[in-house]
């Protein structure tokens, strides 16, 4: 079984950073998306970024230029690296992942790909900004 979990979420003053990571068990695929969502309550799940196996990343328009996501391969650890953060950062976070295909897609792909194009979700890490 696939398997995602989030860790790394913390309370932190307006400035911040944070590094969040999305450690993956069971999931073996060479081509992929992986996805970092962020939930409010009361609120839609927002895509902040999404990253693909060829190592391209898109980012939400909210996020661009303060967070930055990556891989450890060795690991099969994702990252998403969040600086200068803001009040309006504040929110569950979430690590996804698609099923695979036969070659890389590209981060803007993936990102197009919305919140139903993927099938394996953590169970979320809270940011705090405040």
């Known amino acids: 079984d696939v398997q995602l979990v989030e860790s790394g979420g913390a309370s932190v003053q307006p400035g911040g950073s944070l590094r969040l990571s999305c450690a993956a068990s069971g999931y073996t695929k060479n081509h992929y998306c992986m996805a970092w969502f962020r939930q409010v309550a009361g609120k839609e799940r927002e895509e902040v970024a999404a990253?693909?196996?060829?190592?391209?990343?898109e980012y939400s328009d909210s996020v661009k230029g303060r967070f930055t996501s990556s891989k450890d391969i060795s690991q099969n650890i994702w990252y998403l690296e969040m600086n200068n953060l803001k009040p309006e950062d504040t929110a569950m976070y979430y690590c996804?992942?698609?099923?695979?295909?036969?070659?890389?897609?590209?981060?803007?792909?993936?990102?197009?790909?919305?919140?139903?194009?993927?099938?394996?979700w953590g169970q979320g890490t809270q940011v705090t900004v405040s």
């Open positions: 990253y693909s196996s060829d190592g391209t990343t």
């Open positions: 996804a992942a698609d099923s695979g295909f036969i070659f890389d897609l590209g981060g803007s792909y993936c990102y197009r790909k919305g919140r139903d194009g993927y099938n394996y």
